[in-house]
């Protein structure tokens, strides 16, 4: 009986630290936070970043495990969403700047020439599927 809720425990752990381990590896080897601070020019705030990162992946990861409902309005969803984006879009195009995808794909599918409907596409994609993501599945 005690056996299966260890080996629960276990692979949680398990997994736990192993997508937290890539996600350390993922933003050390993009340069994210070194990036950002030299683009902000705010290098001399580079630990509160870092500090932001490691507490902002700890209140996701418990927020995510328990059921939480806070009773505020809807429309905080909007800054909420915004700044969500610019955090999938940060850590986007610093992928993008790190490995020139889309230039290496664009070569490879042959459309070098049309990159900018290649971009399109994907910036389309993003947006259709988040409205189509809100509209079908998200009551509220």
């Known amino acids: 009986m005690i056996i299966k809720p260890i080996i629960i425990m276990f692979f949680g752990i398990a997994g736990g630290l192993a997508v937290g381990a890539g996600f350390v590896a ?3 080897v993009l340069g994210l936070i070194p990036r950002l601070t030299q683009l902000t020019k705010t290098t001399l705030y580079i630990q ?3 500090w932001a990162i490691v507490f902002g992946s700890i209140a996701g990861g418990i927020l995510s495990l328990r059921d939480y409902s806070f009773g505020i309005s809807p429309y905080w969803l909007v800054p909420i969403g915004l700044f969500c984006g610019v955090f999938i879009g940060m850590l986007a195009a610093a992928l993008t700047e790190v490995l020139n995808v889309l230039p290496i794909l664009s070569k490879r599918i042959g459309v070098f020439e049309k990159i900018i409907i290649l971009l399109m596409a994907i910036v389309m994609g ?3 599927g988040s409205i189509f993501h809100w509209v079908y599945f998200v009551d509220l």
């Open 126 to 128: 993003k947006v259709f």
């Open 48 to 50: 509160a970043y870092e």
């Open 26 to 28: 993922f933003l050390t």
